[in-house]
């Protein structure tokens, strides 16, 4: 913190209205330490009457626009989604956050706040640790005492937005009245730094492209806000040094425990402690980060006003449509305006069903999973490499895991087969070393053999549903885990005994798909991350989109152990199978 900010705390801001909102740019808000927050406050223009509050906290930059910072994605949704950019003139528009253009005159204040070391917001940069979580806490609480405020306070962006109003939920802020989760992880180590034991790259892309970028003290270095002319990432300008020294570095400190602990523990959301109304709104594609949260969190938050959303596409797009944003205003109208809106009477689940051609079907049900789900298993044959109903006799196969794997095809469908919700795979394997990396893919060919994938969250060539698990991490909690969620408590490694046979379980996120007659179902078991076999733009291949966008599993892998040949029995007593959510009797096109 420089000795200006130290010495000049002013909590004022700068006032104007445009566009028929009334803006206060760069306002204070005051932490218990003294730090000094920076927030822009977006309210209708001339009110008289307070509004709620809809507050995000994160640290993209507030003054960053969505089309100067992530043009590629703001291209992309200009082009499939136009709904989202209409009826409004998107100047105002920020990266996974609400338009204020379009919330404002709906009677809403828009609260945008830099997070502690970001943006325009001093401090130490520490993403998602217990200290930002208080922040976040003294910020909703800020808002809801501001004399434009009802002193109801909610919360609705997408991921960095979602994945905090899980963490703050759980502090029971007086003030926070409701929480809209877009595509958010609840649960940090499986779904954000580990996935079955197996560091994802994720976070070490992410953090020095996203974050780092838009450090407070980069000044110069980023493009001021187009509105004020202020850089985005604070009036000072570090050294690379100082940047270095006023933040933690978050891909080395969660490459420091490998196994879940404390310092997991520490920034992990505990959705159980959520007791005020929540929308939570899944992404299928998002195989890699979103969808498990998203799922395990609705169902494990303790409020009983609490309901569940599936769709698909971009990660960036359904929030900012008619259909997204309609859905969340709806919410927000009935728990922070208190409208009677009928929106009590919605159905607990809203699933955008999807198709083998990409398109989606809107269904209603009243649970999760769905309770007529028919939990049947597809058991893997080795002699023939077919996925079956009926159980195999005895025998096993073996893959190098750096080659593309075992493929298990099911006989083309005769009818609609609808797979919606979560699964598993039961598989027996041995190992030439002392421990395995496991991929399990569930995938769809068409009837010429072209595989079925999807546009995803981040890669447009995703397939259906991924389950990960590191071998030496195959203890399960039995008190937590399900035939369909096996849950695994990553406390410790237990190498295996070279050559010999074990049982695992494999956790398969939860997905959406039904397939026609004439394609089929195939199960792919691999040593690493599933890569399309088709054609790749090259605008995706240069920036390492083969499948599985940033969520590949690289920077952990010893040679001398996954570098290894596995073994997969199949057949008689403890075989190997995939355990998957067939939806009997649903109305198919």
Known sequence: MSDVEREAPDLAGEVEERDGLLIEWDVGIPMDDGIVLRCDVFRPSGAQEPVPAILTHGPYAKGMAFQVGYARQWQQMAREAPDALSGSSNRYQNWETPDPEKWVPHGYACVRVDSRGAGSSPGVLDAWSAQEIKDLYTCIEWAASQPWCTGKVGMCGISYYAQNAW???????????????????????????????????????????????????????????????????????????????????????AADHPLEDDWHRARSPRPELTDVPLLSAANWGGQGLHPRGNFEGFLAASTSKKWLEAHGGTHFTEFYTDYGRRMQQRFLDHFLKGEENGWEDEPRVRLQVRHADGTFTERHEAEWPLARTAWTRFHLDPSSMALRADQPGQGAVSYASSSDGLTFLAEPQERPLELTGPGSAHLRIASSTIDADLFVIVRVFDPSGKEVVYQGSNDPHTPVAQGWLRASHRRLDLDRSLPYRPFHPHDRVEPLEPGRPYEVEVEIWPTSIVIPPGYRLAVTVRGKDYEYGGEIAEAYRSIGYTGCAEFVHKDDQDPQVFDNEVTLHAGGEGGSYVLLPVIPGSPHR
Do not use: C, K
Request: hydrophobic fraction near 40%; aromatic fraction near 10%.
């Open 167 to 253: 963490q703050v939920s759980g502090l029971h802020p007086p003030h926070l009245a409701a929480i809209v989760a877009w595509e958010g992880a609840s649960d940090f180590y499986r779904e954000l730094f580990y996935h079955g034991g197996m560091r994802s790259r994720f976070v070490s892309i992410w953090f020095p492209r996203q974050v780092v970028t838009v450090q407070h003290g980069q000044g110069s270095r980023v493009p001021p806000n187009p509105h004020t002319g202020r850089p985005v990432a604070g009036t000072v300008t570090l050294s690379d040094e100082e940047l270095v020294a006023n933040r933690r570095d978050l891909a080395a400190d």
